[in-house]
Antibody
Framework: EVQLVESGGDLVLPGGSLRLSCAAS????????MTWVRQAPGKGLEWVAT????????YHVDSVKGRFTISRDNAKNSLHLHMNSLRAEDTAVYYC??????????WGQGTLVTVSS | DVVMTQSPLSLPVTLGQPASISCRSS???????????LIWFQQRPGQSPRRLIY???NRDSGVPDRFSGSGSGTDFTLKISTVEAEDVGVYYC?????????FGGGTKVEIK
């Protein structure tokens, strides 16, 4: 059974940093692109970033480019999102999803990031 | 960037009756590889999104056959043949053909 478990969400000050993690199991992690998607409270879904199977390519949407970095550790079956220069508008539940832009077939339960003073 | 427009925003439905959600894209979703990467997600209250349909009309494993997807180019539809209580939630379409991927604004399905 595919399992994706996010962690690392917290309350952080504007301008602060945070590192999210996603522990993956139940599938061959190295065979799949992986993705972060976020959802602001009471709002819709927004794609954040996607990374290739071996980590050699990654793509970030414009709203986070230069501030967030997606990475993966294939030895530990884990996905990460390094978030810097956080803003109030980054407040959201962050979901880890299996697959890339053509897939997204399994999602975790999400981790809440709140940016507030 | 591609814009995805869903309608209606809210869809009150009587149990056992059909429901239909429309999703339109601002440009064709046919990929250079010939596939159309249009996906439908269901998000039940308090839960994370669950993929129902991929590449326009392919149902995911475990998804009841009362859900069906159709369409082409820029115009797509999700249909529920007979709505059940467990179908309550928000439904999102998403395009994965062009970067950046984009979601529709969501359609809230509720029971009348």
């Amino acid at each position: 059974e595919v399992q994706l478990v996010e962690s690392g969400g917290d309350l952080v000050l504007p301008g602060g940093s945070l590192r999210l993690s996603c522990a993956a199991s139940g599938f061959t992690f190295t065979n799949y692109w992986m993705t972060w998607v976020r959802q602001a409270p009471g709002k819709g879904l927004e794609w954040v970033a996607t990374i290739k199977t071996d980590g050699s390519e990654s793509y970030h949407v414009d709203s986070v480019k230069g501030r967030f970095t997606i990475s993966r550790d294939n030895a530990k079956n884990s996905l990460h999102l390094h978030m810097n220069s956080l803003r109030a508008e980054d407040t959201a539940v962050y979901y880890c999803a299996k697959g890339g832009t053509h897939d997204g077939d399994h999602w975790g339960q999400g981790t809440l990031v709140t940016v507030s003073s | 960037d591609v814009v995805m427009t869903q309608s209606p925003l809210s869809l009150p439905v009587t149990l056992g009756q059909p429901a239909s959600i429309s999703c339109r894209s601002s440009q064709s979703l046919v990929h250079s590889d010939g596939n159309t990467y249009l996906i439908w997600f269901q998000q039940r209250p308090g839960q994370s999104p669950r993929r129902l349909i991929y590449k326009v009309s392919n149902r995911d494993s475990g998804v009841p056959d009362r859900f069906s997807g159709s369409g082409s180019g820029t115009d797509f539809t999700l249909k529920i043949s007979t709505v059940e209580a467990e179908d309550v939630g928000v439904y999102y379409c998403m395009q994965g053909t062009h970067w950046p991927p984009a979601f529709g604004g969501g359609t809230k399905v509720e029971i009348k």
